[in-house]
């Protein structure tokens, strides 16, 4: 299995409370619950996970997110666009289209290599 898939958490297109684990509860004939984590393609919420977290987030990878929310107080863009590139590289993505040259439109298109 690739970093690509992974538990799912609830995105702004699902009911329910953001970010927070995504459950389809299914239960068998008998009432007992067959199964309840929604596994799936986790490669655009780990991207939306890395840019809003902090350092010191992530207990396994403490130096990884790069805390996007700063960036409204900054207008080093092309500081944001490095950093952007190095923690997506350290979670083993590449980028291949990053566009951060104003702050109305953002797009990062990315893949687990």
């Known amino acids: 299995m690739g970093k690509d898939i992974g538990i799912q ?3 702004n ?3 329910g409370v953001v970010m927070d684990i995504k ?4 239960k068998d004939s ?3 619950i067959m199964s309840g984590l929604v596994i ?3 490669l655009n919420q780990n ?11 992530f ?4 130096t990884l997110g790069v805390g996007i929310e700063d960036i409204a107080l900054s207008s080093e863009l092309l500081e944001y666009r490095h950093k952007i590139r190095e923690q997506f590289s350290m979670d083993g993505m590449k980028i291949t289209k990053l566009d951060l040259y104003s702050l109305d ?5 990315a893949k687990y290599e």
């Open 9 to 11: 958490v609830v995105d």
């Open 13 to 15: 297109l699902d009911e």
């Open 23 to 26: 459950i389809d509860v299914i």
């Open 30 to 32: 008998d009432g007992k």
């Open 40 to 42: 799936g393609n986790t």
């Open 47 to 57: 991207k939306a996970l890395i840019l809003i977290a902090h350092p010191n987030d």
């Open 59 to 62: 207990k396994y990878s403490p």
């Open 105 to 109: 439109r953002i797009s990062i298109e």
